[in-house]
């Protein structure tokens, strides 16, 4: 094992921004996945039919094919075709256009939107309906008693779920290294490229997203012990084989 | 222009089929592979014996923090490597080339497994105590405690999980095409490379993947009814 190489500027320079930009990237995508996830569950719950199942067709084809075929789908198969829309490459936003970051953000957002979305879903259909009655008794209109009541009750019910949704976002990042952007895999490839080491650089990142991984499972447990009303897992365990 | 791509995709048709079916048959391997893996790592994660018990956990913990895709990369070179150092040890100097079927699988069920332990954990777990007691209080043996109690009590449990599984893991055999192996997302990249119509081909791979994981759905759906039997509708 040589580890050498992380004393030579040049390539902690790869890793932070690797590191940066993959934070960067779980925080923008989870933020906008998470609104687009309560969005298409309401669209499901009480939008018109048509909506509804349409809402119910995207989530389907989504949670059904690879990310990393997403990935490429909207990279080079919709990116790919975007120049050629008139006025396209002289409008504002063609610089985002052009940045493998946007792609990256919008795969996963539209994922994290369409499993997420299953799970509010459910966890909005399990809110008692004598909570929402009461609301309704009260008098509250109907966006207070979404957002004063329903959401709150709903994201409570799931939050253990969105735990590991969260986990599952930040471990699928490496997958933007095939799209040419900077995230953690692509620095330790690139340290690979030019030390000829096979696995250190590898390791290392493996080692930075186990820590990751265990400061993503702190901070949500952090914010469920936070969440008023919040019931503490059952953490009961019993041993069973061999008897 | 549109009869040029339509010749494209017909072209690419039979090696896009034949990638779809090396993906089956890697996915297929694999999951037999990790559901054995997924049994052995329950069994030592609910072992009375601390340091069995500590490496089933270490398993499931370590790689399931590791990306999977991350994981694949480290696998796949370290696979080949392992084994040769094996042989060398062994006495054996020939250098073996792992094929990247087997590697692709190897790498697949190992991760596979891990989850497969946690699903399992959980629904061995799930199953009344009193049943296995009533099981050794009939005086079976521990083999036939577990394959005529322990399965058919946990399967119900366990089948969520595992169809869950299986689509992601269906889905993951696109990871294997970054490390260079012909699946149909290697195929499909490959077409699409060549014709530049990235659009068609990639949405034909996502076709392809999507069809796989409804059809699966619906098997699990019939497999599930099955191990349900007898038990009052949910």
């Known amino acids: 094992m040589d580890f050498s190489w992380l004393s030579d500027p ?3 320079q790869y890793l932070w921004t690797g590191f940066v930009n993959t934070l960067w990237l779980v925080a923008v995508s989870g933020t906008l996945g998470l609104a687009l996830a309560v969005a298409l569950a309401l669209a499901q719950i009480q939008g018109p039919r048509p909506l509804a199942m349409l809402v119910r067709g995207f989530t389907t084809v989504i949670r059904g094919t690879p990310l990393l075929v997403q990935l490429f789908f909207f990279y080079d198969g919709v990116g790919r075709l975007l120049p050629e829309i008139p006025g396209v490459r002289d409008s504002l936003i063609w610089p985002l256009l052009r940045d493998p970051f946007f792609y990256g ?13 299953e799970v509010i ?3 909005l259909l399990s809110v008692p309906d004598g909570e929402l009655a009461a609301g309704r008794a009260f008098g509250l209109s109907h966006w207070q008693i979404l957002h004063r009541l329903w959401l709150p009750r709903a994201l409570q019910l799931c939050l253990p779920t969105l735990t590991g949704e969260a986990i599952l976002l930040l471990k699928s990042v490496p997958l933007v290294s095939t799209i040419a952007m900077m995230d953690l895999l692509k620095a330790a490839n690139l340290v ?6 096979v696995y250190e650089p590898l390791l290392l990142i493996a080692g930075i997203y186990i820590a990751l991984t265990l400061i993503l499972t702190g901070v949500m447990r952090l914010i469920e012990h936070r969440f008023p009303g919040a019931r503490p897992a059952a953490t009961r365990r019993r041993r069973l084989l061999p008897g | 222009m549109s009869s040029y791509q339509n010749a494209g995709l017909l072209d690419w048709a039979a090696p896009i089929l034949h990638g779809a079916l090396v993906t089956l048959e890697i996915a297929l391997l694999a999951y037999a592979i990790g559901l054995a893996l997924g049994l052995l790592g329950a069994g030592t994660r609910l072992s009375a014996w601390p340091p069995l018990r500590a490496l089933g956990t270490l398993y499931s913990t370590l790689v399931r923090a590791v990306p999977e895709l991350l994981l694949i990369i480290l696998l796949y070179y370290a696979g080949t490597q392992a084994l040769n150092a094996l042989l060398n040890a062994l006495g054996d100097d020939t250098h073996v080339e792992i ?4 590697c692709a699988v190897g790498v697949l069920a190992f991760v596979q497994g891990a989850y497969m332990t946690e699903v399992f954990r959980g629904a061995i777990l799930a199953i009344p105590r009193g049943q296995l007691e009533a099981a050794d209080a009939y005086g079976f043996t521990r083999w036939t405690r577990f394959h005529r ?5 946990m399967l119900p449990n366990a089948l969520p999980g ?3 599984l299986w689509l992601i893991l269906v889905k993951d055999t696109a990871l294997i095409s970054v490390v260079g192996f012909e699946e149909l997302f290697f195929t499909a990249q490959q077409a699409a490379a060549s014709t530049r119509d990235y659009f068609v081909f990639y949405a034909a ?3 392809l993947y999507l069809v796989m994981t409804l059809g699966s759905n619906a098997l699990f759906a019939r497999a599930e009814r099955h191990v349900r039997r007898g038990q009052p509708g949910l």
């Open chain 2, 205 to 207: 791979a996502g076709a």
């Open chain 1, 192 to 197: 690979r490229d030019e030390t000829f080491l």
């Open chain 1, 105 to 117: 953000a919008l795969t996963f957002t539209i994922s994290v939107g369409a499993y997420t979305g």
């Open chain 2, 162 to 164: 595992m169809s869950n």
């Open chain 1, 10 to 12: 040049f390539y902690q």
């Open chain 2, 99 to 102: 094929g990247g079927f087997v």
């Open chain 2, 149 to 153: 109690i322990v399965v058919p009590a």
């Open chain 1, 121 to 123: 879903r459910g966890a």
